[in-house]
């Protein structure tokens, strides 16, 4: 069970997968004021309404998006992509770490011209 989870989490679309969900909200972290109080989202994103008539500025507090980079599911994000990377490096980076060293590389001059 638990070699079958590492080897979910090893899979290299998976890391690619949470690095540009990251990388999304990391952008949108940047475009977006961070730590401003209520009055400066109010003020700013007055006229942006979403569909279901959602305003802009009560949908970047109830998700957090105000403070992205302190949020649960941001840290949660970077935990699972950190877990991907670890995991690939357990199961494809030292064994073929290992095969590698098993190599004899030649540097006698008679091994070159026996080829």
Not at 9 to 31: C, D, P, R
Request: net charge positive; with cysteine; charged share 15%.
């Amino acid at each position: 069970m638990k070699l079958k989870i590492l080897r979910t989490f090893a899979q290299l679309n998976l890391a690619i997968f949470f690095l540009l969900i990251v990388a999304t909200f990391s952008i949108l972290g940047t475009i977006i004021e961070q730590d401003q109080n209520l009055d400066y989202y109010k003020e700013i994103y007055a006229g942006v309404i979403l569909p279901g008539n959602l305003l802009f500025w009560k949908f970047l507090l109830f998700f957090g998006l105000d403070h992205i980079y302190k949020t649960w599911w941001f840290l949660t994000l970077l935990f699972l992509f950190g877990t991907c990377l670890v995991c690939c490096t357990f199961t494809q980076q030292f064994p073929t770490l290992q095969l590698a060293r098993r190599c004899n590389f030649k540097t006698k001059l008679n091994s070159f011209k026996r080829q």
